[in-house]
């Protein structure tokens, strides 16, 4: 971890991290949310991290415990929060896709929100691999 990494928020649901060594956003969803009631400070959290970083930014997404929400998860925050996201204009996004299969469905159209943004996400099935992929692009944009 890199001595920048900063918790931003953590509970049972998700982790909000930012690495301001990187300038990179993580977010890593844990667990199905029956309601919208078990996250009421998610998108203010979201917000606050992006905040906290410079333009030209990269992200780290990792659903890879994600499950399909309840209708009213969907619409009240996890759209919200990829809005909320792409309208921030990240450099580059990796999305860890999850195991499940509707899930991995779901998410390659939610975080997608916006199909004629020039910064489409990637898709990794590990989070070792978002990482490694993310940290090559550093790599090869600070040469």
């Known amino acids: 971890m890199s001595a920048m990494r900063k918790k931003i928020s953590k509970n049972d649901y998700y982790e909000i991290e930012i690495d301001t060594d990187k300038n990179r ?3 890593t969803h844990k667990r199905f949310w029956r309601n919208a009631a078990v996250a009421p400070n998610y998108l203010t959290e979201i917000q606050q991290a992006l905040e906290k970083l410079k333009p030209g930014f990269t992200a780290l997404q990792d659903n890879s415990k994600y499950t399909v929400v309840p209708q009213e998860v969907a ?23 999850p195991e499940d299969k509707v ?12 199909p004629n ?11 070792e691999q978002a990482e490694a992929w993310l940290d090559n692009l550093d790599k090869t944009e600070n040469e």
């Open 25 to 27: 956003f993580y977010i």
């Open 117 to 127: 943004a020039s910064n489409s996400p990637h898709y990794f099935s590990s989070r």
């Open 103 to 114: 899930a991995r469905l779901v998410t390659q159209i939610t975080s997608k929100i916006d």
């Open 75 to 97: 619409s009240k925050l996890i759209s919200r929060a990829e809005y909320l996201l792409q309208n921030a204009k990240p450099a580059h996004t990796a999305v860890v896709l």
